[in-house]
């Protein structure tokens, strides 16, 4: 376990301990202590596929580099969303996606476990995005797993996506995204307004843009991203996590979807 190193101290008290051996049901290597800066390689079972992902870790080098129980919730979603579509909360968002291969985008993919799974369970092409000192660790981890992701039809591909930027907004746009995915990217007040902008850029091109994201709630405060979101999109709850033995709150997946605008031109709720 590990300390989430960021904390406000206007907010709850909640003491955040975020998991790193989380994902799926999956077995994964013996942690290798990082104090030294070692890399930790986890190798996981994608029970679907009755195969394995490998993704390395760099806990020392800060939070992109870490693996988060958010992503757990999101790989565990599609790992049973390819096991029985027809018991899952994702069936209803993919199936009204029809596009064969679908085209993911995800936003802050840190070591890229969701879009990699993503790639794999649902054969998409996957675009993983971070910021650009991120950028080698994704690539380690898309390697990693080319060839499973390419055994099952999918692709993945890396990208830098600053979120607020609209030059790397356009870059991505490029590749006709269906689907954005996201996973704990809610987590710091002053990144609100720079992902809002990104999210709302994507919706510029007049699609209807279709926007998971999985998190898990750490600050009161979180409520304003939620409030400013749901000007744009009409939000829903497809799945929560039950809370993990110790905490409150458990990893909650919301579906944005972007409102529609009326007859009158103005927004309604789809
Ligand atoms: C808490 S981590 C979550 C990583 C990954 N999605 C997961 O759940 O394991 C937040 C991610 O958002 C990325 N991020 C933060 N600010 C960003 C920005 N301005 N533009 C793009 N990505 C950003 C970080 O680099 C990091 O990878």
Known sequence: MISFPLRDDDEENDTYEAKMLLIGDGESLPPIPLRDGAPELHKYNIRSIESTLVI???????????????????VTLLDNYRRDPSNSPLTATLSSLKPSPLNI??????????????????????TVTDLPHVLDNLNFNAEANAE???????????????WGEADDVEEVLGRNVDLILASDVVYHDHLYEPLLKTLR?????????????????????ESVFFKKARKLFDVDVIHSDVPQQGSRIGVVVYRFTTKQPNQNGRIVSC
């Open 148 to 162: 499973t992701v390419e055994r099952f039809g999918g692709k993945v591909d890396v990208a830098p996506l600053r």
């Open 56 to 74: 390395r870790e760099l806990t020392s080098q800060g939070l992109s580099f870490q693996l988060w129980p958010a992503a757990s919730t999101l």
């Open 105 to 126: 985008l995800e936003l802050g993919s840190g070591t890229g476990v969701v879009g990699i799974a993503a790639a794999i369970t649902l054969s998409a092409n996957v």
């Open 201 to 221: 850029l994507m919706q510029l091109e007049g699609k209807r843009l279709v926007f998971l994201m999985a998190h898990l709630r750490r600050w009161k405060k």
